[in-house]
């Protein structure tokens, strides 16, 4: 589905998925090539990507404020608590810029742009649908730890939350129930779902709930981790699939589904049904979430070095 993605500053311009076509055509296979690389190497990487895009543009919008590294200005988003031990890529990153840079002859695709395209060629590279990116984002000067804080849905959060959560972004349930779904891919550390193995035995399948013991005790092993679901390199329904039956790893997924009587169970029951609905969703959400707030026109800059702003 082709539909136009507004930008929200004052100078808006809408996003276009062929922002690029003349300006630096080699800019997004240059992206492409490092993802595909660096997902061949390490699958859980392309989880790491998709992730990245999401909790950038869940704090002021999708504009690489995540990327910044803390300076005497401003403490930046890296270290807030939905993020350290969490969100990673960086390194990545830090590779397709110096290619794109490299490609196009000098500084011209953004780093948020980078990250969407990113996430978007990590999806693919798990086997899950392609879309075309709105492009044409402009980078953030500053982040806010705080924002960070404040902004990213936790794993603790009940459904009420969730959905108050999306709304406040412009989300609806059903995107949140499809970005969700981006829980196909990766793993979680055990600090956060270690509340849920050993006090929410009612809603979590016995069988797991025995496997996650061993790398998840009452005590230490924080950082072990455990599959969001059963093909954690593999874009698929499975993630759905796993809530129908109770397999929900986090909090925040199973609930999600309800046993019946949810608002969003009948959606989890769609999707676990119809992979290729899915797929489809899954792509209009991105696409959606990808013009969450975005910089354009003169706002902002084009980062020489995602890391940091330009007059460092």
Do not use: W
Request: glycine share 10%.
């Amino acid at each position: 589905m082709a539909f136009a993605i507004l930008a929200t500053a004052s100078n808006a311009q809408p996003l276009d998925p062929h922002f690029y076509d003349k300006l630096c055509p080699a800019a997004l296979p240059a992206i492409r090539k490092v993802v595909e690389e660096a997902v061949a190497v390490e699958p859980r990487m392309g989880a790491s990507l998709l992730r990245l895009h999401f909790h950038d543009c869940f704090v002021n919008g999708c504009d690489g404020s995540i990327l910044l590294d803390d300076t005497p200005f401003f403490t930046g988003e890296k270290k807030a608590a939905p993020n350290v031990n969490s969100v990673r890529g960086f390194d990545v990153i830090d590779r397709i810029k110096d290619a794109v840079n490299a490609a196009c002859r000098g500084n011209v695709v953004s780093c948020a742009d980078v990250v969407a395209v990113a996430a978007r060629d990590s999806v693919v590279a798990l086997g899950g649908p392609s879309y075309d990116v709105h492009l044409g984002r402009r980078d953030a000067r500053g982040a806010s730890q705080a924002a960070a804080n404040n902004s990213i849905p936790a794993p603790t959060f009940d459904l009420d939350r969730l959905v108050s959560n999306f709304a406040s972004h412009g989300l609806t349930v059903q995107d949140l129930v499809v970005l969700s779904g981006g829980h196909t891919l990766g793993f979680s550390r055990c600090t956060n779902f270690r509340e849920r193995l050993y006090n929410e035995t009612a809603t979590l399948d016995a069988s797991l709930a025995a496997q996650l013991r061993g790398p998840c005790p009452l005590a230490g092993g924080d950082d072990n981790l455990a599959p969001l679901d059963p093909t954690p390199a593999r874009f698929d329904g499975g993630y759905y699939g796993s809530l129908l039956r109770s397999r929900g790893l986090l909090h925040s997924d199973q609930q999600l589904f309800a046993g019946g009587l949810g608002p969003t169970d009948a959606l989890v029951r769609f999707y676990g049904a119809d992979p290729e609905a899915f797929g489809r969703d899954f792509a209009e959400a991105m696409v959606r979430m990808g013009g969450l707030s975005p910089l354009t026109g003169s706002s902002g800059e084009i980062r020489a070095n995602c890391r940091k702003v330009n007059y460092y």
